[in-house]
């Protein structure tokens, strides 16, 4: 596939006068992105929770939330975050291989919608920490289907030999404990195989196994009201510009095929990439040009402190430099941290680059500012939106 080189547009007479490096959100993809899901899910059994763990923005939040999506959460901070951007309870999942007593006991006080249990001790401690409340936890089986999700091994879960969720060949001894805790009440299964996951046929898989689960659970004499299929549904990293909005018609038209959905159950999803990536860049400021005896680098004041993505997965991103038309040459992109990780791309071809460009990381919206660090003691950057720049 050729495709024309294009250039994102930003406010770049705004930028210029801001401290870099920072996180640019542009509301108008995020907007589109949503309504594109809506769209697609109308009339359906099917909720969409958002994954905060891919970026808590408070404006991001409330956003999502306006457009009346549920939150997918795996920590306590994230429960709080969601309940400070005014996600309602009933929409909130708490998912996760280690929740502390702490982070269910907050999910238990704010009578979230179900926890997506990943192990039998685990489901003993809701047990009795409800118990001791009173109440009655609401819990899908977090199962790992032991489907190969085609990605990076870092971002596959649903393997046999990942730390997630509960192994098929355990399902019948936790099936019998459900039924003696007195403080559960089993609401459905809930599966999660991967990230950024752009090929559709290990969705096929996890809806094959799906239904014979269902089976499975019907014979066992269980009804399971909810199907919660997760999310990693994967986004175009190679050409933010041509493709801005992750195919989610072919994705939820694999579930509405082949997912056989029984009387009442609703299909629960849980996207965070694919919602959150495409609509925020990281905006860096070129500090040096170097000349090296073989190659040149393009030293950056943004580092894998504020996108760690490159350095931690070997991960692409797309960078353009925004003042330059200058003929392309071949840069190692390189930040300023003490680190030989801190890399973001080798011999990436980039308009002619010198000391004070602006450049720009796509596609940074997911797993970007949520993952900063102050290592080095450096500032954690700042975040804008397309509404505080205004108009480009
Ligand atoms: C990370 C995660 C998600 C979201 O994954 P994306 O690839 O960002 O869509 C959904 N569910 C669970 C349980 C997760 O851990």
Not at 137 to 154: E, F, G, Q
Not at 168 to 183: A, G
Not at 221 to 230: A, D, M, Q, R, Y
Request: glycine fraction near 8%.
């Amino acid at each position: 596939m050729i495709l024309k080189m294009i250039k994102a547009k930003y406010p770049i007479g705004k930028f210029k006068e801001i401290e870099t490096p920072f996180y640019y959100y542009d509301l108008d993809v995020l907007n589109k992105t949503l309504s594109e899901i809506s769209r697609n899910i109308a009339n359906l059994p099917f909720e969409v929770h958002y994954a905060l763990k891919a970026n808590v923005n408070p404006e991001i939040l409330r956003i999502i939330k306006d457009a009346g999506m549920g939150a997918d959460c795996v920590s306590g901070g994230e429960l709080q975050a969601a309940f400070d951007a005014g996600f309602p309870s009933e929409k909130i999942v708490f998912a996760g291989v280690g929740k502390a007593d702490w982070e269910i006991n907050l999910g238990l006080d704010n009578n979230i919608f179900c926890f997506n249990v990943e192990s039998i001790p685990e489901l003993e401690v809701i047990d009795e920490l409800a118990s001791k409340k009173g109440k009655i936890a609401k819990v899908a089986l977090r199962i790992n289907p032991n489907v190969s999700a085609n990605t990076h091994h870092y971002i596959t879960t649903g393997l046999n030999e990942n730390k997630f969720g509960i192994n098929l060949s355990e399902l019948d001894k936790v099936i019998r404990l459900v039924k003696t805790l007195q403080n559960i009440q089993l609401i459905g299964i809930h599966f999660h195989i991967g990230s950024q996951i752009t090929d559709i046929s290990p969705y096929k898989d996890l809806c094959a196994k799906v239904n014979e689960l269902e089976d499975y659970f019907v014979q066992n004499g269980i009804k399971l009201e909810n199907i919660n299929v997760g999310g990693g549904l994967g986004v175009d990293y190679e050409h933010p510009n041509h493709f801005p909005l992750p195919d989610f018609e072919s994705y939820f038209k694999v579930f509405r095929d082949n997912l056989k959905l029984r009387e009442g159950q609703i299909l629960h999803f849980e996207l965070g990439r694919s919602i959150v990536a495409q609509c925020g860049s990281l905006i860096s400021r070129v500090l040096y040009v170097k000349e090296g005896t073989s190659k040149k680098f393009v030293i950056l004041d943004a580092g894998f402190t504020d996108l760690i993505r490159p350095a931690l997965y070997q991960a692409y991103h797309r960078i353009e430099n925004l003042t330059s038309e200058d003929a392309e040459q071949e840069y190692d992109v390189v930040g300023p941290i003490c680190e030989s990780s801190d890399v973001f791309s080798k011999g990436y071809s980039m308009n002619g680059t010198k000391r004070g460009d602006l450049i720009a990381f796509r596609t940074a919206g997911a797993y970007g500012e949520i993952m900063a660090s102050q290592y080095n003691l450096r500032k954690l950057p700042k975040a804008y939106t397309s509404d505080d720049l205004g108009e480009v």
